[in-house]
């Protein structure tokens, strides 16, 4: 099945500062792929996802890219606020239903 | 739209009890997903079932654990005589027929037991 890695586990940065977030997948045949993230207790929500047919997506301060060829993605995280404190997920599909996810990585934003 | 909806946010149980988890899904979605959580780490896939269908139950442990999405109501992930290793939390997904991206999940159970 799908092995998912998510580094660093854990992330501190400067308010203002930029987060790069970087996962690797092994199934060279998923092809879709979400960040959620998840604040203390609550559920992970979608932030942002990329399929395989493109290289970069944005979203205002976070963008995801995509090398298939080396099977990895990043999120990264431009001028960083406080809010976006939380735990980040990567995970990967073969556009079925069952997503694979990373272990995680704790983000906090220092102020 | 009321999003997903999952019963109870907190369940306490003694060891060798049984466990029911509930998940109503957005209105319209028919695809129900279940997910497991243990501290610190990322979600594990459980369960796919559709109304009355288990699709793929591939990520469920073989004794114990069983899920239902019957025709009327919501799914229901029961674990019976529960041990201390069940302790973890479990979130439901749902998503429209045909859709199956970026599917929208409920705010979880947090089963401790004890």
């Known amino acids: 099945g799908e092995n998912v890695e998510q580094h660093p586990s854990t992330l501190s940065v400067q308010e203002g500062d930029s987060a790069v977030i970087k996962c690797t997948y092994s199934?060279?045949?998923?092809?879709?792929f979400p960040w959620y993230k998840q604040e203390l207790g609550k559920r992970p929500q979608l932030i942002i996802d990329?399929?395989?047919?493109?290289g970069e997506k944005k979203d205002q301060r976070i963008a995801v890219t995509l090398n298939k060829t080396a099977k990895h993605f990043s999120l990264h995280i431009t001028e960083t606020q406080p809010e976006d404190s939380a735990v980040y997920f990567c995970?990967?599909?073969?556009?079925?239903?069952?997503?694979?996810f990373g272990a995680g990585t704790t983000v906090t934003v220092r102020a | 739209n009321a999003g997903v909806m999952q019963n109870p946010r907190h369940l306490v149980r003694r060891r060798g009890q049984e466990a029911r988890l509930r998940c109503s899904p957005m209105?319209?979605?028919?695809?129900v997903y279940w997910y497991r959580q243990l501290p610190e780490e990322g979600l594990k896939f459980m369960v796919y079932l559709q109304k009355e269908n288990i699709i793929d139950e591939s990520g469920m442990p073989k004794e114990r654990f069983s899920a239902e999405f019957p025709k009327e109501g919501p799914s229901i992930l029961r674990i019976q005589q529960v041990v201390r290793g069940d302790s973890a939390a479990y979130f439901c997904?749902?998503?429209?027929?045909?859709?199956?991206?970026?599917?929208?999940f409920g705010s979880g159970t947090r089963l401790t037991v004890v």
């Open positions: 990329i399929r395989s047919n493109v």
């Open positions: 199934d060279s045949a998923s092809n879709y």
């Open positions: 997904a749902s998503s429209p027929p045909g859709h199956l991206y970026g599917y929208t």
């Open positions: 995970a990967a599909s073969r556009g079925d239903y069952k997503l694979s």
């Open positions: 209105k319209g979605h028919s695809h």
